[in-house]
């Protein structure tokens, strides 16, 4: 699937990587993104980096350092712990990435029919306490960096994309998905996203509550047979097309309102971009 995105990851050194930690043989280390893309191709998951065979010398590296992921205990808040995780982050100040277990996701994936083929693993959270933001890692971070023992000699100043946080709003969910990484998500999405016209989209880029007889008949019907809590909003005709799709992480509220949960700067940026749309 090619969501379009740009990412970027910083890191702080803390100590020195030996060439002996690296992997030897840098063609194999490198996973070739053609091949991934010919093993994909065809299926909806076309952008989305899976997991390959490669050598056996390199899956040898992969399983010795991946036991650290699986030898995991599952906390009351969603996180996998495990006694080296927690060694990593306090050397590197509790900036360790922790995969989330499948049951975190579980009343996520029912409320916005997620499919299958979401990269869950690819979903982490911060491990100092509760979660209340969940951070996409993209793969070449997760498996060049974070799947090898080299957080507690790198210090994760800032990875990825927020994709969730928590909500302060009464809903059937705890987390919402945030506006920066709804593009990865969107074509995820089998429910509560709604496509609409020019004119609806413009009318859900304003700030504060947005009354829905303001829309057109058939949006305020669909958004009225929502139950409360986020939804999104995909300009038609656009929605395949990655320079030009726009999307807007909305709220419906129990009344006959719903709220734009986007910044007043990207608001006019979003209503600039529609404005060079519908001229063209």
């Known amino acids: 699937m090619d969501t379009g995105g740009f990412f970027v990851a910083l890191f702080k050194k803390n100590s020195h990587i030996k060439n002996s930690m690296i992997r030897k043989d840098n063609q194999e ?3 070739v993104l053609e091949k991934e893309y010919a093993e994909t191709s065809g299926g909806e998951n076309k952008n989305c980096l899976i997991d390959v065979n490669v050598s056996s010398k390199m899956k040898q590296t992969s399983d010795m350092n991946n036991k650290i992921v699986n030898k995991t205990d599952t906390t009351s808040n969603g996180l996998e712990s495990n006694q080296q995780s927690d060694e990593r982050c306090k050397v590197s100040n509790n900036e360790c990435f922790t995969p989330l277990d499948e049951d975190f996701f579980t009343p996520l994936i029912d409320f916005f029919g997620f499919k299958a083929s979401l990269p869950i693993d690819q979903l982490m959270a911060k491990t100092s306490g509760e979660v209340r933001t969940v951070y996409f890692i993209t793969n070449r ?32 969910v705890k987390y919402r998905p945030v506006q920066e990484c709804i593009h990865f998500l969107a074509p995820y999405m089998t429910k509560r996203k709604l496509l609409v016209d020019d004119h609806d989209f413009e009318k ?27 939804f999104v909003v995909i300009l038609k005709d656009y929605e395949n097309d990655i320079s030009k799709k726009m999307i807007s992480t909305m709220w419906r509220f129990k009344s006959d309102n719903v709220d734009c949960f986007v910044s007043i700067k990207e608001m006019d940026g979003l209503k600039n971009k529609l404005k060079a749309l519908t001229a063209t």
């Open 204 to 230: 859900c880029l304003e700030p504060g509550a947005i009354k829905c007889e303001l829309f057109s008949a058939k949006f305020a019907k669909e958004v009225r047979a929502l139950v409360e809590g986020p």
């Open 141 to 172: 971070v997760k498996r060049n960096i974070m799947n090898l023992n080299y957080l507690n000699r790198l210090n994760v100043i800032h990875s990825g994309l927020r994709a969730f946080e928590r909500n302060n709003r009464v809903c059937e």
């Open 29 to 31: 280390s490198t996973l």
